[in-house]
């Protein structure tokens, strides 16, 4: 071998190792970072004139593919089932617990006790203002129930809102990388970095819905949800979405008074069973603004229709003809059966009762009573307290057909959120626990920094054997021209 032949090898060498050093030092940098996966030059011989030496052919970017399908996947279970056990406690704490000051339950149980006080001394107009009270704070407390339902599913739809436009923002962001890889392909480039980058959006996309990423020519992907809808093939689709604002009871994707998905302008399934985009955090706002929060509603509008019911014409207050409004009114008006749908949240107490008004005999004598009638007489409110602790069969279709008490009632609703909250608990422990299991496995995956180092006192040997050949051609070379 030639002088120059040699020099030129031990230069391709130093190369080389130059290149792999700042490769290692890049791995060794990023062994935390999300999306980031672990590089490794490819070599190969070379063959130059009558030299040799070795030449970089590209960057190998290294990634599971099925580990990282299988984490995504396991981000967006995740992801919905951290949305749902969100909802869940919400709606517990809002109807509360028995026992607890300002719950559902407390303030029926604080009304019974009233009534029970007012009977021993229906002569006592200070217990008949807290009878009063009571009952007012029973409604402020149906009512407050009944907000707190209709803001969940607010809140829901203006998340929705929110993600199909970060959804439609990531989407085209995975075209235009695809062209960047593809163009940096062509020109003989690097692609990881734009792989990397492409990487973390995609797994942002799937957080809100689960996708499949499928590989294309020149580094390009698609991508297709679990449910079967094409996201991105070549080109992005539109998904399609408007936020209502005030949502009211009644209102419901069936009756077309809420907005559904549209994907280029064509409606799909948003159920949770069936839905095109179901599994992510997108498809739990459907699901609750939908399915989970109207059912609780009408839950609570049953509740409310029994009290109205119960203490309405034909109840225990004889005053009361057809057209009368009872104790508890639709915003002052009698009940009326067909307008179920939200009268938890239009409830009132009748203004003849109440606890600032002049008519607080009312509650003795009856509400369409004329006269005050017998300030001892406690027929009245012991009748009222009777039918408090009645049982009879719902007129709600929500409610159980059993015959049931309105504490009974209480306990129907109750019961319905905690179980939404102990099945949400469930699948977030398990969702939480498989995402983090296949997240350390990709870690596992990931950059090794013992094995990092141990290539970097390679390389560096490599580098100084090859400068060493240098330095050889160059005392050579020395010795030479001193002859």
Do not use: C
């Amino acid at each position: 071998m030639t002088l120059s032949g040699a020099l030129s090898n031990a230069l391709s060498g130093l190369n080389v190792s130059t290149r792999a050093t700042i490769n290692v030092s890049s791995n060794i940098a990023n062994a935390l970072t999300e999306g980031y996966g672990r590089r490794e030059l490819t070599v190969e011989s070379r063959m130059l004139s009558q030299h040799g030496g070795v030449a970089v052919t590209g960057t190998l970017r290294h990634a599971d593919p099925v580990l990282l399908a299988d984490r995504r996947l396991a981000d967006a279970e995740l992801s919905n089932a951290s949305v749902m056990a969100d909802f869940a406690a919400r709606m517990e704490t809002r109807i509360g617990l028995p026992g607890e000051q300002g719950s559902l339950s407390q303030a029926l149980a604080e009304f019974d006790s009233a009534l029970v006080s007012a009977a021993s001394r229906p002569d006592s107009d200070e217990r008949l203002v807290v009878a009063a009270l009571k009952a007012e704070a029973l409604v402020n407390t149906v009512n407050d129930v009944s907000d707190g339902i209709g803001s969940a599913r607010e809140d829901a739809d203006a998340e929705i809102g929110t993600m199909v436009k970060q959804l439609n923002t990531a989407l085209e962001r995975v075209v235009e990388l695809n062209t960047r890889i593809s163009s940096a392909i062509h020109k003989g480039e690097d692609t990881s970095g734009f792989e990397d980058t492409r990487q973390t959006v995609i797994d942002a996309i799937s957080e809100m819905v689960p996708v499949h990423s499928v590989e294309r020519d020149r580094g390009a992907v698609a991508l297709y949800s679990t449910g079967g809808a094409i996201l991105l093939e070549g080109g992005a689709v539109e998904i399609g979405f408007s936020s209502t604002g005030k949502i009211e009871p009644q209102m419901s994707l069936a009756n077309g008074q809420l907005s559904g998905l549209t994907l280029n302008g064509r409606p799909i399934d948003t159920s949770s069973e069936s839905g095109a985009l179901r599994g992510g955090s997108l498809a739990a706002q459907f699901e609750i603004r939908d399915e989970h929060a109207p059912d609780l509603q009408a839950s609570l509008d049953g509740f409310a229709r029994d009290l109205a019911e119960r203490f309405g014409q034909g109840g225990p207050d004889g005053s009361l003809a057809a057209g009368d409004a009872g104790m508890f009114t639709d915003w002052g008006s009698p009940f009326d059966p067909g307008l179920e749908a939200g009268f938890a949240g239009r409830m009132q107490l009748n203004p003849a009762l109440d606890p600032d008004g002049d008519t607080l005999w009312k509650w003795r004598a009856g509400i369409e009573a004329s006269n005050p009638g017998e300030v001892g007489d406690a027929t009245l409110l012991n009748s009222l307290k009777q039918e408090l602790s009645r049982s009879s069969s719902p007129s709600s279709s929500a409610l159980t057909s059993v015959s049931a008490s309105p504490e009974q009632l209480v306990a129907h609703v109750l019961s319905k959120a905690s179980a939404m909250r102990l099945h949400a608990d469930d699948e977030l422990a398990f969702a939480s626990s498989a995402q983090a299991t296949l997240k350390e496995l990709e870690l596992g995956e990931g950059v090794d920094t013992d094995y990092e180092l141990q290539k970097l006192m390679e390389f560096e040997t490599n580098y100084a054997a090859n400068a060493r050949v240098i330095q050889a051609v160059d005392e050579m070379l020395q010795a030479i021209l001193s002859i």
